[in-house]
């Protein structure tokens, strides 16, 4: 079966991201500097923790944005081939099972029959009854007894394949890290007891915790809604996986769509002093005088309104509303410069009454040369903490604006798009409280992950911060 | 100090026609009225005149930045940016762009008293919580109450504030009964409305401003004046009360005071998930509604209060720090 590949405009973006961050992992190995700051970084549990999180849902977003449409199989005399309407992605083959299965309405976490009673034909007689679910349990023959024995059996599986991937991650870490001393099995112990160069534990303990709460889940999530369906009926589960990747590339392309302008203009600003300086100094102002929220709104409404009239631009909806989402980080980047660029200004007016710069201007080096040699890579570790920062921020903002109406599209499935729902279903009885629960605990765990993850960055590269760093004082002895 | 003020309200006059050109291309230039007049009209067929109706009856018909039929200083008073910025900077709003066409300055006047009754005390009440919370993060620093009040932080920090909200009317309205789950009610009545409200938006913003205010008073302990009034032999408490409360003040001020125009604007989010009438509210309202005419007065009134704002903390600065002078 043919397939045509789909470039949506955030996958170029993500795409570029991944080879960028490729090129800066790369630079950071040439760079002794750079190469301790960030060895230093990583030698703290809970850097190396979190790293493993945002990993692992950085590889969900980059499946996620692989997209293609399948060929239409061909009809007899038929000489073109016909794509299918429907875009879908490499991690939607991983959850094609899933995706298919569509309730009709609400049903719990695992359950086999549907939330609310319907009336069912029954002898002749009509009878109010929880009808089974269509795809929830439907292999199973008598849901009454069947169903703990069949649940229970797939959970100690998926437990099992759990702990045996963790094993060989953990055993494969202990080959890789202390190559040439002592056997295996002491280094297993040297890494479980916490007495490695890095604190491996940590993120192994991190690791298993996830791998075994991902087992269990992916041996029953081809049979059972393991977090339940929506009003719909579409499995809140699914929705939750699909929405990483929309917060991802909030949080990321919006924040790097922060950088160019305020990099250029806080540098000329600084190095330029004088009018250029209180030209950036003005627009900076102006920008900041309005409210984040209504400045975006009014964006926002704006790109609606293109949007609108320009229908005739697109294939799919979706490629509409990926459109969209890419403006949106657009505007957020326009919108949300001000502070880092307020940054770069001060540390380049600092840097430019430093030796190094007369240095330079002495021996006649051209205004640009002095700035992308000198002062730029001077001001990265600024750009580097204010992104890392921005990152969860970001994402928590998606939800708000998504709530306000200026967010990410309804067709999109975004963490904002749960809440928003799940806000109704929390006043339901019964009550409904997964697409809740999911979008909470998928949210928080990227969120705290990348807050972790931005401390330990900006201790390593601000040295002034480390001091805030909580840490319980040793017993005197 | 006159000088000062005089300089600076010069200074803020330039911001606010900064800010007016800024809303006035993002809304008319972008795209042109003949698109919002199409959009706020609805349906697919609508007549072009129809949508000139619709633009002479607003004011949009005019030129939008230069008028050359007329002569003289009307080619650039006669157009649609001269007459919008005039009577925005003179606070005359006008009516909304929607159907129901409300005075927008009427709405503003009534709106804000009750934006301001949820906001005022929740402004107080979180500078307090913050300070009384992190002060005690720096009371027992280098323990384990320092570094689990931190790690409660980050994870406060980490749930977005809808989170706080959907949980809160869950528990204190659904379950516990203790207060309506929305709504509002003028006079004292409204205390059981905004009881919720004021509390989330307080837990809801309490791990990021306590770490940052912890952050704060540790950079202020490390310095010599501090060990000095330890060798005074007070105690503990006196030197963070007294002394490194008083020093930390200035980057206090100029974090809280950020939030000063919210106080007036209202909390967006919290003022209409608790229906609560107020400019937040009608904010939210009319992004739904796609009414740009209160949009971009609302922007235009925030920028007002901003640098009102800012203004004020400058001031409070010097009141704070006798060692500030404005000049």
Known sequence: ?477 | MTVYLLRRLWYSLWILVGVNLLTFILFFTVNTPDDMARLNIGGKRVTQEQIDKWKAERGYDRPLYWNAAESGSEKLTRTVLWERSVSLMALHFGRSDSARSVDIGHEIRTRMWVSLQLALPLFILQLIASIGFSLLLVFFRHSRIDFWGVVLCVVMLSISSLFYIIVGQFLFSRVLRLVPISGYAGGLEAVRFLLLPVFLSLLARLGSEARLYRAMFLEEIGKDYVRTARAKGLSELRVLGRHVLRNALIPIITSAGSYLPYVFLGSLVFESFFGIPGLGAFVIEAIGGQDFAIVRTMVFLSALLYIASNLLIDMAYSWVDPRVRLA
């Open chain 1, 1 to 477: 079966m043919g397939f045509k590949f789909v470039i949506l405009w955030t996958d170029l973006a993500l795409w570029a991201l991944f080879a960028a961050l490729a090129a800066y992992v790369w630079h950071v190995s040439r760079q002794p500097q750079l190469r301790s700051t960030w060895t230093k970084a990583l030698h703290d549990g809970a850097m190396l923790a979190s790293a493993a999180v945002l990993s692992i849902f950085m590889l969900i977003s980059a499946l996620d944005s692989v997209h293609f449409r399948g060929a239409l199989a061909l009809t007899e005399g038929q000489s073109v081939t016909y794509y299918d309407t429907r875009t879908t992605s490499l991690f939607d083959l991983l959850l094609a099972k899933p995706l298919l299965m569509r309730e009709s309405t609400y049903s719990a976490p695992l359950a086999t029959r549907a939330l609310l009673k319907e009336a069912v034909e029954r002898d002749g007689v009509s009878v109010r009854e929880l009808p089974r679910l269509v795809f929830g349990g439907a292999h199973l023959e008598d849901p009454e007894r069947d169903w703990l024995a069949d649940v229970l059996q797939r959970v100690v599986l998926g437990l099992a394949g759990g702990a045996l991937l963790t094993a060989a991650a953990a055993l494969a870490l202990c080959a890789w890290d202390g190559r040439g001393q002592g056997t295996l099995l002491e280094r297993v112990r040297l890494v479980m007891t916490g007495r490695t160069n890095y604190p491996w534990r940590v993120p192994l303990l991190t690791l298993a915790a996830i791998a075994l709460l991902a087992g269990p889940v992916a041996a029953l999530m081809n049979h059972y809604h393991v977090l339940g369906t929506d009003r719909t009926g579409n499995d809140v589960l699914v929705q939750a996986l699909k929405s990483v990747r929309t917060a991802f590339v909030i949080g990321t392309l919006s924040t790097l769509a922060t950088v160019p302008l305020a990099l250029v203009l806080g540098v000329l600003a600084g190095y330029f002093k004088g009018w250029v300086d209180e030209a950036v100094q003005y627009l900076y102002t102006v920008l900041t005088s309005v409210p984040n929220v209504l400045l975006i709104a009014a964006c926002v409404l704006m790109v609606q309104v293109f949007l609108d009239t320009h229908a005739e631009l697109f294939d799919t909806g979706l490629e509409r509303a990926d459109l969209k989402m890419f403006l949106l980080c657009v505007i957020l980047g326009l919108t949300g410069w001000a502070t880092l660029c307020r940054l770069v200004r001060a540390e380049t007016l600092k840097l430019r009454d430093l030796e190094f710069m007369q240095a330079a201007e002495a021996f006649g080096v051209p205004h640009l040369r002095t700035m992308a040699r000198h002062i730029v890579p001077n001001v990265m570790h600024l750009v580097l903490i204010t992104t890392v920062l921005n990152f969860s921020d970001l994402i928590l903002y998606e939800a708000v604006l998504t709530y306000v109406g200026v967010g990410v599209d309804p067709s999109l499935n975004s963490f904002g798009g749960m809440i928003n729902l799940a806000r109704n279903e929390m006043s339901r009885d019964p009550l409904v409280w997964w697409s809740f629960v999911a979008a909470f605990g998928f949210m928080l765990t990227l969120v705290l992950a990348a807050n972790l993850f931005a401390d330990g960055v900006r201790d390593a590269f601000d040295p002034r911060a480390r001091a805030f760093r909580p840490r319980v004082a040793p017993r005197a002895l």
